[in-house]
Structures are given as structure tokens and as C-alpha cells.
């Protein structure tokens, strides 16, 4: 029971995302030919939200739900990860047609060819434990 407020607020942003059609093929769509700002504006609101919160939690040093301090960890900088990553992560987004978080909310609605990208999201994942140690950081 105690974790019960994260599943509702988890159903409450599924719901939220779907409204917004940011789980939409179609907006994704348009948002890789650069025809709508529909999905761009989303993004960016997250963006400037989770910025924001992090500042919040930084200043107010705040503590998480089992009253522990949320520990921010400093990421070491660089360029070419972020590149490659993001080149990869938003390539295979295209190809798709969906990011992961969407996954879950798109079986919900009854799209069900998605779980072959969930199959696919759960096999690279565990691909990606077994060879992590294996790769530049």
C-alpha cells in the first residue's frame, strides 16, 4: 500500500501523455520532419520541469519518500557519448515511432505490436548488463 500513490500517479501521467497525444505516431512523426511543435513544446516543458526540480531538490536539499537525503551524483563531462547515445536513442525512436516510457501506456490503449518493441527494449537492456563492463563510461 505504501507504493500504491506511485502506480496511480503512474496511471494518472498515462493518462496525461495520452490526452496530450505525445504517444502518438502520428506527432512523432511530425516531430522528426520538423512540421509540428507539438511534441518540441512537450519536451521542452519536461526539460524546463526537470531542471527546475533538480535546482528545488538541490536547494531545499530535500529528502525522498523513506525520508533518506536525495543524493544528486556530478556525471563526469564529455561529448562524444552523449552524441553517439543520443544519435542511437532517437534513431531507434524514428524507427519506432515511440521512446520507451510510452511502452507501457500504448499496450494499455491496445496497440499491441508495440510489445514487440518491448521485447526489444527488454533484450537490449539485458545485452547491454552483460556487456556494460565492457564499455567506456
Request: proline share 3%; aromatic share 16%.
Amino acid at each position: 500500500m505504501k507504493l500504491a500513490r506511485f502506480f496511480l500517479t503512474g496511471i494518472f501521467f498515462g493518462i496525461v501523455l495520452t490526452k496530450a497525444e505525445a504517444v502518438s505516431w502520428y506527432r512523432i512523426y511530425e516531430m522528426f520532419h520538423f512540421q509540428s511543435f507539438h511534441m518540441f513544446g512537450i519536451i521542452g516543458m519536461a526539460l524546463f520541469t526537470g531542471v527546475v526540480g533538480l535546482q528545488l531538490i538541490k536547494k531545499y536539499k530535500m529528502k525522498d519518500y523513506n525520508g533518506l537525503p536525495i543524493n544528486i551524483i556530478e556525471k563526469e563531462r564529455g561529448f562524444w557519448r552523449y552524441i553517439i547515445g543520443g544519435s542511437l536513442f532517437g534513431l531507434g525512436w524514428a524507427l519506432v515511432g515511440s521512446c520507451p516510457g510510452p511502452i507501457f501506456i500504448l499496450l494499455g490503449t491496445g496497440t499491441y505490436a508495440i510489445a514487440v518493441v518491448l521485447i526489444g527494449a527488454l533484450l537490449g537492456t539485458y545485452i547491454y548488463g552483460l556487456v556494460k563492463d565492457k564499455l567506456p563510461h
